[in-house]
């Protein structure tokens, strides 16, 4: 049994807290919060579990392995580095870090102390979008052209990151899991309503060198939430809609035939009209499976799926992001 201590009983943490606590692999030995109200509740519902108002107490604690950090972005780097110096494995909220370079001094640190440093890119983990990435490895959809997101809902405003960074963040993470290839330039335009320097909705479109494209459209001012990702390929295209009760993933045969290439003023298309059907996906909970990997990573010694080297990929392309939509949409390289 790994014993784990969650840091940050907020949003995210309960979730964290709930699924360490009942996995049969792990313990919940140890919660931190600032709150004393948050901590009250946690101890009404994990009694057995020691409580912490300052998290270096619970990093102190050498009967904890392993630490969930479940803060906000601007402490994971300090807090992570005291984690890994504690001797402690790390699971970390995402974004990683607010910079590359913070997150390269994390991944360094965790390689020098041998500890497992992982980051919590949930989507990941869920049966769908794993789903997604075996019919792409397995060359099903063909020649890839487009990956095309929506991603909007009214709220939550976050008072640390803005729009990209905290949701645009997730089709980041998907991306660079499912997609066999790594974008080599933003452009990014966004704007924000209540806080100039702060954007509340954003249009982030990614270029590859062969000539797949991707864009993301990310608002925290929609009327309705809407989680809806296309896969555009040569052979068939997918459809995923993360708020489909089960049918997530749906995949049509569908798509265009050119001929008469060479004489492109001339060209006939031809439009093919398949099947769809939807996959049987596993259902488990993303985060259960997840904190499971982890627990398994640090038992085994194994490298995690999301480790340190995946959140930096994806905090590279957010500060490319950011730079461009300060410069008003100008293509910045990752």
Known sequence: ???????????????????????????????????????????????????????????????????????????????TMEALAAGKHVLLA???????????????EARLRERVLLVDHTFC?????????????????????????????????????????????????IMNYVLPFRPVEVSATGAGHFDSDRHNLSYVTLFFENNLIAHLHVNWMAPVKVRRTLIGGSRKMIVYDDLEPSDKIKVYDRGIEV????????????????????PNLDLTEALQTECRHFVDCIQHGTTPLTG??????????????????????RPVKT
């Not at 995402?94 to 360094?108: F, G, R, V």
């Not at 008469?260 to 031809?270: A, D, G």
């Not at 957010?318 to 410069?327: G, H, I, P, T, Y």
């Open 125 to 173: 983990y869920t049966g769908a979008v794993r789903r997604i990435r075996e019919l792409i490895q397995d060359g099903a959809l063909g020649d890839l052209y487009y990956y095309d997101s929506v991603r909007v809902n009214l709220g939550l405003f976050q008072h640390d990151v803005d729009v990209v960074w905290d949701l645009a963040v997730h089709d980041l993470a």
């Open 259 to 278: 001929s008469n290439r060479e004489q492109i003023y001339s060209m006939l298309v031809s439009y093919r009209t398949g099947d769809m059907w939807a």
């Open 308 to 329: 340190g080297e995946a959140g930096l990929e994806v905090v590279r392309v957010l500060e490319a992001a950011s730079r461009s939509m300060k410069d008003r949409g």
């Open 1 to 79: 049994m790994i014993a784990v201590g969650v840091i940050g009983y907020g949003y995210w943490g309960p979730n964290l807290a709930r699924n360490f606590a009942e996995l049969e692999t792990s313990t919940l030995a140890a919660l931190s919060d600032r709150s004393e109200t948050r901590l009250d509740l946690a101890r009404r519902r994990y009694p057995g579990c020691r409580t912490y108002r300052d998290h270096h107490e619970l990093l102190a604690d050498p009967a904890i392995e392993a630490v969930a950090i479940a803060t906000p972005v601007g402490t994971h780097h300090p807090i």
């Open 94 to 108: 995402k974004p990683m870090a607010a910079s590359a370079a913070a997150a390269e001094a994390m991944i360094a």
